[in-house]
Nanobody
Framework: QVHLAESGGGLVQIGDSLRLSCAAS????????MAWFRQVPGKVRKFLAA????????YYAGSVRGRFTISRDNSRNSVYLQMNNLHPTDTAVYYC???????????????????????WGQGTQVTVSS
């Protein structure tokens, strides 16, 4: 069982940056894929970015590529999402997720959705005000 705890959300202004953190506990993450999703009320969780825990390969949704950066710190058992140039449309609850069956080929197909992930955090609210 992997326990995930997000932090770092809050209220920011348009154009601001924010870094979200996800602390993992419970077991080793070797072989896992870690990801960030977000969700707005009434809609499904949307994939944003993923990282391979072992090698650090990264994958992004086209809508955030170049503006969001995912990273991981193996020594701290943590994953991060750096978000730049935030816009009110980025307002959502952001979730960290873990996939015990990471596969580079599949991740590269740009088909990741929430059904591919086994463990989830509780989410952290990000609100971008204009």
């Amino acid at each position: 069982q992997v326990h995930l705890a997000e932090s770092g959300g809050g209220l920011v202004q348009i154009g601001d940056s924010l870094r979200l953190s996800c602390a993992a506990s419970g077991q080793t993450l070797s072989g896992y894929g870690m990801a960030w999703f977000r969700q707005v009320p009434g809609k499904v969780r949307k994939f944003l970015a993923a990282v391979d825990w072992n090698e650090g390969r990264t994958y992004y949704a086209g809508s955030v590529r170049g503006r969001f950066t995912i990273s991981r710190d193996n020594s701290r058992n943590s994953v991060y999402l750096q978000m730049n140039n935030l816009h009110p449309t980025d307002t959502a609850v952001y979730y960290c997720a873990a996939d015990k069956d990471y596969n580079d080929y599949y991740y590269g197909l740009d088909l990741l959705d929430d059904g591919d992930f086994d463990f989830w955090g509780q989410g952290t609210q990000v609100t971008v005000s204009s």
